[in-house]
């Protein structure tokens, strides 16, 4: 007979009593069995046996069928002596039905026994492995015995057994016991596994009882159902192919459907774990498996990168977009893990399936060895992740490179650069050499530095290189420009140019990396960079990068230099784009130059008449004239922005910048085309950078475009508002003070700008453009981080970014409440005046969320958020123990605190305090109030710390307020109640030793001349009267105030355990521990005021109660 585990939580102090013997009472009920019997015993033995060990389970597994075979009557051509030596041993005549009964009596005992026990898995492991083996020599016996009956069908004494079995598990899948409802299904699982032919009738009630069992509460059931499920996809199959008449909705639908349901959807990722790693991989639902790359649960997301992707075979099966998310989430997912296993996929599973068409070695030496490095492969596989689209800047290609050039050294060491690689450079190629570049010149290791010197060209023959893919590029520009898109070789030439325009991007990357001390290589890099930068049809991110490299060549001291280059080159790029070689064209030419000049004049001069157009212009040539002027101006706006943000200095002493701000920004600016304004605006940001008093200048005009422009606009006006403060933070500092003003006048007065600042922040929050509430969040939440904005601004924003943050309309901007999920509390945690700024204005933000939560229709009242999670994270932002510096680690080990570290706490009490007594609080309002009360944290010792003193006037006016509250029962139930008086008595110890241990601290240094110190031989038990008035002496009240009140925490107990929600009172409600003191309501008037408490005498004290009065009241009130 099995053990029973269970038992041993029987080992249970009496007081305990009927609870503990409830608790461990078996979950299935044990029916009456009769007498011992001698095969109890055996098949009882053996089942004990078999729970202690796996190792002896097949021998028991013969001892067990030995007693089984005594059981059964033995054909008459089988030989009997096993059998007779059997019978003899058991001393009674036992049928079939008693040895299943005996074991179908140990099976209940096994569903009893806790899923935290592996003795149940070892009975299970037992159990099935006899079903099986006992079938398979019945089935091999029935086959010999006759042969004309089939195997499939017969019915022998082991599948009798099961069935029994079966049937008994089946009625226990009900249990209301969880571990009963686990091990039931679990067996059953275990069974139908071991043993896949079954009965059809059990098989069609397994196949009801799982589905309902799917949707268990417990978790460990769900599992043991779901795993059963999957043994039966193929004859669910075949039953939706005869059609399954079945009427239950609980089964309505394939188990396929079932499965999938619950791997997307089921609460427990234990749950989707095991259905994930389990489920048969077929083409009806890859994509759903391929899906769980984006779970929640990091375990699941290495499951799909580990196991399932590895197995599907050849990733070419695959589309372009499939390949490219599973491709994008693994390499940068959170989870170390995943990130490993994508690139262990990239660079091994799909390498391997792009070099095995390369590979021709025999198949003994591809099984002994991995295939040698093979480039053309390298090419493949990145071509197959298209390489052009995803080796963009911030690209997932340049991921996957990164983590291939750092886990396949031997491609390391293969890789040549030699000129048969750049005479056939594409784009794969190309980004093979920009990555190994990169990686090597980011490797702290000297030898890659060393390896990327011998691997690439000098600079001259890089030159040459460079020169030819530049060429060819605006070659293949210009066949663009002539061809219309409904040509036929359109799409293909427009694909040429945009493969070519990676290669050239991706070189001019390598050039910024290269060293330029031959001065002969220097100079002709130096003069490609100038030509190509003056070529007008070259694509923007290649001059973006072409002016860069030029920038680098110049120096830090050839600035200068720098911007008369990007000047002469506006000059080129303007005289390229409107030359043309017809006359009438070259009047349109002289046309466009006066335009142009007309629009870099200054904005005070009037512009100057247009000369008269030697020629008509058609309608068409009209457009054609004002598209031409897009592209000048934008082309070179596109230019001045990139000079900007590759500038320094001070622009105002740089006469060909402030010719560029004048002559091309400042008309830019005012132009009414939308592409030009933009980029001008943006010019004007970068150039406001570089000088405050263009800055200065301009800032009215960033805040008017901002009210009156689109939405564009307002995003980039954002952004150059947050930069100009942050580089310039003086301008929000506040005025001087005037010399010569009065006392009065002297204070100084805030600068104009801080409220039309605060202004745009707020304006932009609350911004029905998801774009632009999203920018305007980040750049305040750099200008509060960095403490440029004032206190009374930073406060406004805050309380903005709090109701922003737990409004339940910000749901539908998720990256919005992400980027305050973060900003909130590392805003508060930073430092201390953040935290203390933050409990200013905690009262009304709670007031404001109540009055969004009244004027929410109840459609929509339950996607506000509730009042636990929103006092729980305000707890958390205003606690100092968390700031940044608050707590350090001692010699002794143990960590410290500051004493400042809870002034955001005390003081936020003190706030909830005064407004819960107010009358005009309400009991809606005063509820979460008090909640919020009880999660904050003040240390109850009484010990005098550094900064202990600075706290006790805040300490004592908390004390007043709880104790004004203690009186009013402002408490909402009991739970508050209690722990207002809690908080009470806290506060009256701590402050009376910290009053204590003043005195004594000031009559020592007065006494300490005649102060003779005796020896100490026993220090004696301190009593109530040895205590000092201090000690026993409460705080007197504030002023009253009418209406209820609620009350504060205390240190000891941060009331994170006191739940929102009301609570009954108990019997112990109020009961103190011992040698606490506590104020007693009802006996107030036996206990005299004193008068001559050491603290403020401003307000009357009320008397305290010491512990021989709580325990006589207590007796008394038995009696």
Known sequence: MPGRPSARSTRTSAASGTRSARQSSHAVEIPDEGPVSSLRTKVAQVFADAQKTVIAQRKLVGALRKVHEACIPPP?????????????????????DDFNNEVCRCVTRILAIKRSESVGDRLIRFLCLYVKLADAEDRKRMAVDEPDQGAGDADTPASRLEGRILHTALDFLNARDKSVRCRAAQLIMNVVKHNPIIDEDIYHLIRIAMFKRVRDKEPSVRIQACMCLMLFLD????????GDDDSDDEIAGGIMEKLLDIMIHDPSAEVRRAVLGNIPLEPTNLNHLLERGREADPAA???VYTKILPTLGDFRHMNLVTRDKILRWGLRDRDDGVRKAA???????WLENCVAGRDNRSEEEKEASIAPPNIEALSELLERIDVIQSGEEDGMAHEAMRGFWEGRPDYREAIVFDHDFWNNLDGEGAFIARTFNDYCRSAENSSAIDMIEDKMPEITMFAFILQKHLNKLMELAHEVASLDENEEHYDEVTEQFEEQDFQVQQLLHISMTLDYTDEVGRRQMYNIMRESIAQASLPEECTRLAIEVLRQMCGSRGESEFCALIVEAIADVRDSLVDNPDDGD???????????HSARSDIDRPVPAMKKKAKELSPEEEVERALKEIVVHSKCLHITMCTLQNVHGDIEPNASLMGLVNNLIIPAVQSHDIPIRERG????????LLSKKLAMENLDLFFHIFTKGHDNLKEIVVQILADVMITYPQLLAPLPTDPEATTEDAEPKPSPLVRPMTKVLLKGLKSDNKRIALITCMAASKLLLLGVLPPASTAEIMKAFTLTYFDP???VNPALRQALSYFLPVFCHSKLKNAQLMAHIVVPIMSKLLIMRDETLEEEADDMVAWPVITAHLSEWTDGRKVVGATELGLDGKISTSAEAEVPHVYLSIEILERALTNTCSKDERKPLLSLLSKLSIAPSSTTRKGEESNLESLSTLHALVAEAVEAKLGVDATQRNYLAKLEVSLTKRLGEVEQVTQIQDQDEDD???TVVPPVSQEPEVTLADLSQADITELPDRTRRQGNANGAEIGDVDGSEIGDEDEDDTMLAGMQGEGTRMPLEDDTGDVTEEDESEFPPKKRSRPMVTEADIMESLLASEM
């Open 343 to 349: 690139g262990k996929l990239f660079r091994e599973h």
């Open 681 to 688: 605006v943006i010019c004007m940001g970068l150039a406001t």
């Open 235 to 242: 004859e669910d199959d075949e039953d939706q192919d005869e």
């Open 76 to 96: 008459p051509a089988a030989s009997s002596k096993r059998g007779k030596k059997a019978r003899a041993e058991l001393q009674g005549d036992f049928d079939e």
């Open 586 to 596: 070259a009047e349109s030419m002289d046309d466009g130059e006066e335009s142009f």
């Open 301 to 303: 997301r290495r499951i």
């Open 1008 to 1010: 300490a001349d005649d």
């Open 809 to 811: 309309e910000a749901a």
